[in-house]
Each structure stands twice: as structure tokens, then as C-alpha cells.
């Protein structure tokens, strides 16, 4: 959770978020999707993966993710990136997935390298978790760029 300016999340707060996204579904117009990440052996939920259109025009939509730390340095997050990047691509035609994460993240940063994604962009003291002004990176990936592989 340090890296993330929202969380740990009670029973309670937990709740509402997920009332709130499965609201959602709902929508015809829907511009976020929160996806719940399931281990395929024992279909228990491990974490979530966000991916959130940010301009229908420009086709342009960031993504998110998180896991549980019972399930970290196993490949999972990579697997979750990768989901994500054919879900935009493949299924929604999209021209551009970005991610922004903390520069001390190295596990999101190895991720997103990993998975194709590009430097472009070193913000300093952008914004302000628990407290704190981080740094952060955007990452970025284009449609032609995932096609040529
Ligand atoms: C970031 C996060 C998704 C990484 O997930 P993960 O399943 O551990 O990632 P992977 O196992 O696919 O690891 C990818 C690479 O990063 C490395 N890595 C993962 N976590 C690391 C850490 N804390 N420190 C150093 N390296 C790390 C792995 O060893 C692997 O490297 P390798 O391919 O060279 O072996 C997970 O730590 C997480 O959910 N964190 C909290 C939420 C968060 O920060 N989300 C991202 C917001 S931008």
C-alpha cells in the first residue's frame, strides 16, 4: 500500500467499492472497468486490475492493478499487465495504454518494461501519498508498437 494513495481499506470501505463497481456494470456508457483477478486453480479472488478509458476520442485509457502480497514475485503481476494490454487492444481497439507508478515501485516498473510499455515521462513530487510527496513515471504503449511486437 505505500506506493498507492488510497488503502488498506476495511470491511466497510471495502463494501461500498465494491457496490459502487458492480453499479457500474450497469452503465452503458462505461468508462471504468475494476476487474477482479482470480487464481485459476482455486478461483479465489488475489487482487484487482483497472482499466480506465480517459478519452473515447483519442482512444486512450490507463490501467491499474494490485495483488495480494501472499501472491507477489510469482509472475502474476506481468500476467495481469499482460491481460490488460490484450483487453485494449485486441478487444477495444484502443491506439494508447498508459500507467503511471511510483519510481521506487520496481516491481510495477520491471512489469511494465517487461510487458513493452515505454518511458515517457519522470514527474517529481506529483503527488502526495499518505502524506508524502512521490515521484512517479509514465509508462506508455501504443497500438502499432504491441502489433510489431
Ligand atoms: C506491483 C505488483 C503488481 C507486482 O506484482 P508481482 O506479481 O509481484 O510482479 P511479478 O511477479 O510479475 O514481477 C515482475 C518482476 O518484478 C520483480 N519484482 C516484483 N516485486 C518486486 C519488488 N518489490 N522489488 C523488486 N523486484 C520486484 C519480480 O521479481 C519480477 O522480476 P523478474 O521478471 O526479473 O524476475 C505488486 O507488488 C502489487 O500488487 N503491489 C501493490 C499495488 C501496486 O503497487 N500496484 C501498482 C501500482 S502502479
Redesign the pocket.
Known sequence: ????TWGPSDKKQTEKSLKKQIAMQQDGDRKIFVLAVVLKETSVVI?NALFMVQDDDFETAEI??????S??????????VDGLVELGFRRFGMHRIF????TE????V??LQ?SGFRLEGHFLKNLKVKGEWRNNYLFALLSEEYFRG
Open positions: 500500500m505505500k506506493y498507492l487482487g491499474g492493478y494490485f495483488l495480494h502480497s501472491y507477489w514475485k510469482m509472475g502474476l503481476g506481468k500476467e495481469v500507467a503511471i507508478c511510483d515501485n520496481t516491481g510495477s520491471k512489469i517487461k
